[in-house]
């Protein structure tokens, strides 16, 4: 065992990485991404290695912030640092490698492994990769969802609990501002845990933010939900399932999102917090995640399969994926659409598809017949049942409830574009909304976002406005600008798409 000194990095890695000098590694006897443990009394870490002759002085060890936090050590700490072995569920990801089914005892060791960092990045992307070629079986799926549950917070309600959740890929789809309240209102128990935005513009999670904090404790949340029946909060702060933060982080840059993996990742989280009765939403169309019916059916079969076998009540409503849900696209412009949904103001998409779902869970609830939900969903909407209800939840995590929607700042640097011809509107790009909004900012500017003036069947004038890119940066204007010249997000009927050769 070596002693080095601490030297903090200011960086938050999002892994568990540590940096020595190259005499250091070379008298320990380690190289680059091998594994090392790394003690501090009785804390300790298993951390992979990156190697440097200048960046860290011989005697010191470099770690970040996110790592000194779990050993709880300062800059000039002493460490102890030795040579790990390597973990044997490395020896199961190599089996998964070759299209083996694995047992629960090891799925659950990869996943003890990832959330433990005993695992690499490249490990962990070998695994996400098996999983895209070969697949998984249902009893498989189990194991992985149960194994993430288990390997981190459970919150316990006591009572049944109700959720809603999406598979994603469908820009603007900021219904569970809507569900949440409904149901809350109804007196059933929501407390709705979302994500932040991986691909897309804006998350639940981020839209959410612009009204209230979203950042709680599992114990904060069990109390926010228990006062107002209601909670929409970050996922990611209440270390449920954190093995799932993971393999996103993994697979974001290689672009990958195997299915198992997916319905893992989606029950998993549902499990944590307890969740008895579930309605999923599978947006299904041109540019959504999945594009045909027939695809849609198959994998709600497996929701409600995986359902059963966790013991979760769940059905799926498959939904219109094929165009933005609303109008508007971006953290704060989805946060005023729906409070404008709220009072009753909101675009027909949002406020069709929202009541249909929590019509769903009401009638899950016991609170309606089947069939006869979204009528009652659509009562509490109309009656300002859920916009009051939405105003407790809002103070209960800590924002204003009496935000109004023109109270939201939306970037004010803008350009619209304009229709090309006269005609109708044909076709409106998810892929590409989603793009041009990133561009502008978002979700990380909470005012950056697009506005939908119309959308696929809208008839249009030659040079009335169709987009409008909002950002907080000229910069980040420019860029989205540039790109929605490039991708043209809408297709105007009889307007030119493309001039070959592009140059002369």
Known sequence: MTKLKVKLLDILAGKQTIILNREDAE???????????????????TAIVQVTATFIDSGQIGIMKDIAEKLHVKDGDE???????????????????????????????????????NL????????????????????????MARAMADVGEKIDFEEPVYDKHSIGGVPGNKVSLLIVPI?????????????????SPAGTADTMEVLAPVKFTAQELKDIAKKVRGAIVWGGGLN??????????????????PESQMLASIMSKKLAVGVDFLVLDIPTGKGAKVETMNEARTLARKFVELGERLGIHVECGITYGGQPV??????????????????????????????????????????????????????????????????EIIEAQGGDPNVEPEDIPVGEHRVRIEAPCDGYITDVSN???????RAAGAPMDKGA???????????????????????????????????????????????LLQRIPEYR
């Open 449 to 495: 976002g697009i506005i939908l003036y119309g959308k696929r069947g809208h008839k249009v004038k030659r040079g009335e406005p169709i987009l409008e890119i909002c950002a907080e940066r000229e910069s980040r204007l420019s860029e989205a600008y540039a790109l929605a010249m490039k991708l043209q997000p809408i297709t105007v009927e009889g307007m």
């Open 120 to 143: 690499s990045d490249l490990e962990i992307a070998a695994y996400l990769l098996a999983e895209e070629f070969y697949g998984m079986s249902m009893e498989e799926v189990e194991y």
């Open 27 to 45: 008298k320990i006897g380690v190289h680059v991404h091998d594994r090392v443990r790394v003690q501090s009394g009785s804390n300790q870490i």
């Open 326 to 391: 609303g109008h508007v696209v971006g953290p704060a412009l989805e946060a005023r659409e729906a409070l404008l949904a709220l009072q009753g103001k909101g675009p027909t998409s949002l406020i069709e598809k929202s009541t249909a779902l929590a019509g769903i869970l009401l009638e899950l609830g016991g609170l309606a017949m089947r069939g006869k939900g979204k009528g009652i969903a659509m009562e509490i909407l109309t009656s300002g049942k859920a916009l009051k209800k939405m105003r």
């Open 431 to 437: 892929d590409a909304i989603k793009k041009i909004a």
């Open 183 to 199: 149901v809350a209102a109804a007196g059933l128990l929501i407390p709705k845990t979302s994500s932040k935005a991986i691909t």
């Open 240 to 257: 449920i399932a954190p093995a799932d933060d993971i393999f996103i982080r993994v697979e974001y840059p290689l672009a990958l999102d």
């Open 79 to 117: 460490v102890n640092i030795r040579l790990a072995s390597y973990p044997e569920s490395l020896e199961y990801i190599r089996k998964k490698l070759k299209g083996v089914t694995l047992s629960k005892d090891e799925i659950f060791a990869i996943v003890r492994d990832v959330v433990e960092g």
